[in-house]
């Protein structure tokens, strides 16, 4: 029996709304056996390392967005083609919008900006093969794409990652030809690619391909999304693959990749550090792997789905999968599909997911933080990775990568601010009232303890609390 895949997930959660503390036990883990974490440092136990702020870290994953293609549209005919006996694929899809307009795009990206709202956007390279987003995309006028592209550059990129989801998230590309593996089956679907074991640097000239796409179009990429199933029988190798093609086509010093989802209700919703080598040199590696929480409610891969926006939150945040999460200080990264954001142009899943948002905004205001997915990725490298040692005045902290409003928390009972000194310098630090208060270069002080938030540094640093 094949390893159910995070399209499964979803769609069985779509099916049967509210389940999701059952579905968690048969759905993909984000803990993946036989992905090694490789090296981790020493840490003393006199610190501890809180969460960004004092906050726990929400995001939204947006999976199979591209630009102006309706991958709903466009995608459900080669599945058809590829499983013809899925009665799933049998949707009425000649019916649907082939477009997802910019002015959608345009409107949800300002929205998200106003509300604070960061995560990850996908950017399909060549959308159910459709067209090369580097070159022609038919249907559409070249002056359509590049404006497409522009808006994506101009009002995306400040608050969302860019990934590919492979090629195609359909069809394997014949990385010499450029063109899709026949026939249309499981094997030559990415989604369900590679059925045998490839090697780190086969799946790493997959990824390179779809990443020089987007890097031809002006879009930074410092992680990847999986379309599906894809690379379910090479884990360890793809974690590997991804480093490799990132670090090579974008030099990124912190890859990321998303492909699980931590759906169940005990598991936990935390990055994964996995392949960590080379911590205390000049270059330390590792990869992250960051899970989403939920399962997809808004509207579905395909925008067929109603959405059930009060399965991530109801109304006054008092139920639903995030509210789960925020109360037990997990991280709560929320995942849905841009074709059900548009909801066959009904955008009935974005008007589910405003409420959502406005919801744990309102309750949880100056209890979470809404982080990028390359953000949350950073801070748990840093967090994991760091080398705490005790010393006589304090302690050591040696990071083998910066880290934004990095917080800890030490015991001290002295008067006085802390100090912190990195390469000769130790810049004044403001004592704040409230943990609420708390950014950067700021501390707060708790009967026999010391909250601390900094901009660590790469390298060491000293601490005296």
């Not at 919008?97 to 060549?126: L, M």
């Not at 994964?272 to 929480?293: F, K």
């Amino acid at each position: 029996m094949r390893e159910p895949t995070r399209r499964d997930f979803l769609k069985t959660s779509a099916a049967l709304a509210g389940a999701w503390g059952a579905l968690g036990a048969r759905s993909v883990r984000a803990y993946v056996p036989g992905n090694p974490p490789g090296e981790r440092p020493r840490q003393d136990k006199g610190i501890e390392v809180l969460h960004p702020r004092g906050r726990v870290p929400l995001s939204f994953i947006i999976d199979d967005s591209t630009c102006l293609v309706n991958m709903g549209h466009f995608c459900m005919p080669q599945f058809a083609a590829a499983w013809p006996r899925r009665q799933q694929y049998k949707k009425p899809w000649k019916t649907w919008p082939r477009e997802i307009p910019d002015s959608f795009v345009r409107e949800f990206g300002q929205w998200c900006a106003t509300h604070g709202v960061r995560g990850k956007y996908s950017i399909v390279p060549n959308p159910a093969c459709v067209g090369w987003l580097d070159r022609e995309l038919p249907g559409w006028s070249r002056r359509d794409l590049e404006e497409s592209l522009a808006l994506v550059r101009d009002l995306m990129l400040p608050n969302w990652d860019i990934h590919p989801e492979m090629i195609t998230h359909t069809r394997v590309i014949d990385l010499k030809t450029g063109r899709p593996l026949e026939p249309a089956n499981a094997a030559t679907m990415e989604n369900s690619w590679p059925q045998e074991k490839k090697s780190v640097d086969e799946l790493a000239e997959y990824l390179s391909y779809a990443l020089k796409i987007l890097k031809n179009c002006g879009l930074p990429c410092e992680g990847v999304t999986t379309p599906g199933g894809f690379g379910n029988l090479v884990k360890p190798e793809l974690s590997l693959a991804a480093g490799e093609a990132l670090r090579d086509v974008y030099g990124v010093e912190l890859p990321h990749y998303f492909k699980y989802v931590a759906g169940g209700k005990d598991e936990s919703t935390e990055p994964r550090i996995e392949h960590a080598s080379g911590l205390g040199t000049a270059s330390p590696r590792a990869v992250v792997n960051v899970p989403a929480g939920t399962g997809d409610w808004f509207g579905g891969w395909d925008g067929d789905v109603k959405s059930r926006g009060h399965l991530y939150s109801n109304d006054d945040a008092t139920s639903g999968r995030m509210v789960e999460l925020i109360e037990r200080g997990a991280p709560a990264v929320m995942l849905c599909h841009w074709p059900g954001m548009y909801t066959q142009g009904t955008r009935e899943g974005f008007g589910d997911f405003k409420k959502v948002v406005v919801a744990l905004n309102t309750k949880y205001r100056d209890r979470t933080l809404w982080m990028k997915i390359s953000e949350i990725a950073r801070y748990w490298a840093a967090r994991e990775l760091t080398a705490i040692e005790r010393k006589a005045a304090g302690f050591s902290l040696d990071a083998p990568f910066a880290c934004p409003a990095f917080t800890l928390r030490v015991k001290s009972k002295r008067a006085g601010p802390p100090k912190v000194t990195s390469a000769g310098r130790s810049p004044d630090l403001s004592e704040v009232r409230k943990a609420r208060d708390l950014v950067p270069g700021s501390w707060l002080r708790q009967e026999d303890s010391l909250t601390l938030c900094l901009d660590l540094p790469k390298g060491r640093s000293r601490l005296e609390p």
